[in-house]
């Protein structure tokens, strides 16, 4: 079955550390990966994907097809950083549509 | 543009009601998903609407229906409704649906009582 996993519910770092967080995926085709950020009192809204190899707000994030992950990266947390972040797959297999995973809350302290 | 506007923002239904909410996509996106948000199950999706046709339909019981209309926008309908259901319901528009990105709107919370 097809799933995303986001193993930590919560990740606090402190201001200029790096972070990372995890994502791994489950999908027997090819995947089209994302990572959607929700800031407090704002929309959910697409940070990047992989398949545009962006860098945006300085986060990255690779698809790695081996381990089945596509782990958001960025070498310095910043206090605006904080939010929740969701990792998703899009599929084709039986109809399009995204899974989500259930989320990483990032607190990024000063 | 606008973005992705939902209607109402917030309800309170008792058990066994019924509810429908709607929502407009951005302008010239043709494609709406439905997402049901809780704190246990995070983001479920509940279908996909392109064209006033469902493509796809998640896992979720009949009670829960949809429908699109020639100008994109969309409703969805839960009958009979169940505590189980207090949710946030998010819909999300793109240009053609598929592996397009998606663009939220603020959700409309539902609560059940």
């Known amino acids: 079955a097809q799933r995303v996993t986001q193993p930590e519910k919560l990740l606090s770092v402190f201001k200029g550390a790096p972070v990372e967080l995890k994502c791994n995926y489950s999908y027997s085709g090819s995947p089209e990966l994302f990572w959607y950020v929700q800031y407090s009192r704002q929309r959910l809204q697409l940070l990047l994907r992989?398949?545009s190899r962006e860098s945006i707000k300085g986060f990255t994030a690779d698809l790695n097809k081996g381990e089945t992950s596509f782990h958001l990266k960025k070498p310095f947390a910043q206090e605006e950083d904080s939010a929740m972040y969701y990792c998703?797959?899009?599929?084709?297999?039986?109809?399009?549509?995204?899974?989500f995973g259930a989320g990483t809350r990032l607190f990024v302290k000063a | 543009k606008a973005g992705v506007t939902q209607t109402p923002r917030y309800l309170i239904k008792t058990r066994g009601q019924q509810v429908t909410l709607s929502c407009s996509p951005i302008?010239?996106?043709?494609?709406v998903s439905w997402y049901q948000q809780t704190p246990g199950q995070g983001l479920q999706f509940l279908f996909e609407y392109f064209s006033e046709t469902q493509r796809n339909k998640g896992n979720f019981p009949g009670r829960f229906s949809g429908r699109q209309f020639s100008n994109s926008r969309s409703e969805m309908n839960v009958s009979t409704l169940e505590l189980g259901d207090s949710a946030l319901y998010l819909c999300?528009?793109?240009?053609?649906?598929?592996?397009?990105?998606?663009?939220f709107g603020p959700g409309t919370r539902l609560t059940v009582l």
């Open positions: 992989h398949i």
């Open positions: 302008s010239g996106h043709r494609s």
């Open positions: 998703a797959l899009g599929q084709c297999l039986g109809g399009f549509k995204t899974i």
């Open positions: 999300a528009s793109s240009l053609t649906g598929g592996l397009d990105t998606q663009y």
